[in-house]
Each structure stands twice: as structure tokens, then as C-alpha cells.
């Protein structure tokens, strides 16, 4: 199937996984991975609705996104792959959120690098919920000191969290790996009631509709709608 077919039909799949969860229509957003794709694939997935896309690496992003952001601007662009100090100056002019801020280091040099630009960047924080071999915050010690440290960082809007769940076929599994980061959610919102913190990214091609089910407010999808991705 065609990318505009694809897309259509992951649409069609979130819908019913909405109704499935007793979930409000709309209440999950749909972001096209578009690593190692083409401009000309992104347009086509624009053609068929998609407006919210997310990307893995700096250089690419950077490449790719300025053009499409000026010709297109209902879109926007997130950063949801890993991110080192010394490539956050090249992507913050880019993206309007980067989900995958695991650190304080991480935090410290976006506040640094959107007052030069006057931006203010939302942040998702992402939690470990996986394997041992993922990026994330691990402890509610560590997630309060980064809200400590973003209440003296007005360029930087915290907006929720991310997290990316085991690799395996067990569907108790992942779920379990859902549910830790709704349970995390809930203590950081008490904690800090004056933020809006309601955004949940989490699930992909393969587990989405169990993320929804868990309340995913953002699933992450690559390769059922662009195909296999072609490595550069």
C-alpha cells in the first residue's frame, strides 16, 4: 500500500482503539517517525493529514525539516531520539518538543541554547521503563530534581513524559511497562500542580493500540506508514 494508504489506515486503528478504551474522540495524536525517509515520502504524508512528525537524529532533522517547515506550516516537528549536549544547538530552531530529555545535563543546555533564540521548547521527560540498554529517567527523585531545576528555566515548558517499552511479543510485558509510566504521570502531576504535565508518549507500530488502551496520548509510527526503513 501507498504511504497515504497507510497512514489512512493507522488512523482508522486509533479511532477504534479510542472506542475500545472508552476514550474521547481525538484524545491521541498520531506522529509520523520519519527517520531514514525522504523529503518527498514526508510530503506524501502530508498529502494524507499527517501534521505532527518525530525524528531520531539531529543531522537529519536538520536537513530535511527547515524546507518542509516553511513550504508546510500547519506542521511540526519533534525530536523523540536520543540527544547530546554539543548537537541541542543545531535542533532546537527546529523542533517546537523534544521528548526524549532523559538527564538534567540535557535540560540545562536547552534552557541555555533557546534564551540565545528567544524560544521557549516543550520537553516530555522520558522514563526507563525497558531494557537496560534505553535512555530515561529511573527514579521520582530524579524526575522531581528536573522540575526543581525547570521552575528557574523560562524557555523550557514541561508538557509530560515518554518512554519506550520492551522489546518482546509479551503483551503483559509491555503493558506492565505502560501503566509505570501513567503511574509516574500521576505522582509528578501531584507533585507539581502548577504544570500542565498530561501528555503520555508512548507505543509504536507494534504496541500502539495496548498504549492507547493505557492512555497514551501520543503513539509514535514509523514503519506502518512509511514501510521498512532504507538506511542511509
Excluded: W
Excluded at 497512514?7 to 486503528?13: D, F, G, M, T, V
Excluded at 513550504?71 to 518538543?97: A, D, F, T
Amino acid at each position: 500500500m501507498s504511504i497515504s494508504e497507510n497512514y489512512r489506515q493507522i488512523i482508522n486503528r486509533i479511532i477504534k482503539a479510542e472506542t475500545d478504551a472508552d476514550r474521547a474522540p481525538d484524545s491521541v495524536r498520531l506522529m509520523a517517525v520519519s527517520k531514514f525517509h525522504t523529503s518527498e515520502e514526508i510530503e506524501e504524508a502530508i498529502n494524507a493529514g499527517a501534521t505532527l512528525f518525530g525524528e531520531n537524529r539531529v543531522q537529519e532533522a536538520v536537513e530535511k525539516f527547515p524546507d518542509l517547515l516553511k513550504k508546510h506550516p500547519e506542521i511540526e516537528l519533534h525530536m523523540i531520539g536520543s540527544l547530546q549536549r554539543n548537537k541541542v544547538k543545531q535542533i532546537v530552531p527546529v523542533v517546537s518538543c523534544i521528548q526524549s530529555v532523559d538527564r538534567i545535563e540535557l535540560i540545562e543546555e536547552i534552557e541555555k541554547q533557546c534564551a540565545k533564540i528567544n524560544k521557549t521548547m516543550k520537553i516530555l521527560f522520558e522514563y526507563h521503563t525497558g531494557e537496560e540498554s534505553k535512555s530515561g529517567f529511573t527514579s521520582i527523585e530524579e524526575l522531581t530534581k528536573a522540575m526543581h531545576l525547570i521552575e528557574n528555566c523560562p524557555h523550557i515548558q514541561p508538557i509530560g513524559f515518554m518512554t519506550m517499552a520492551p522489546l518482546t511479543e509479551d503483551k503483559a510485558v509491555i503493558e506492565a511497562s505502560f501503566k509505570k509510566l501513567v503511574s509516574i504521570s500521576d505522582i509528578v502531576k501531584k507533585l507539581f500542580p502548577k504544570y500542565n504535565l498530561n501528555e503520555l508518549s508512548m507505543g509504536m507500530t507494534n504496541d500502539f493500540e495496548t498504549a492507547i488502551n493505557c492512555g497514551s496520548t501520543i503513539v509514535r509510527i514509523g514503519t506502518a506508514i512509511f514501510g521498512e526503513r532504507q538506511k542511509q
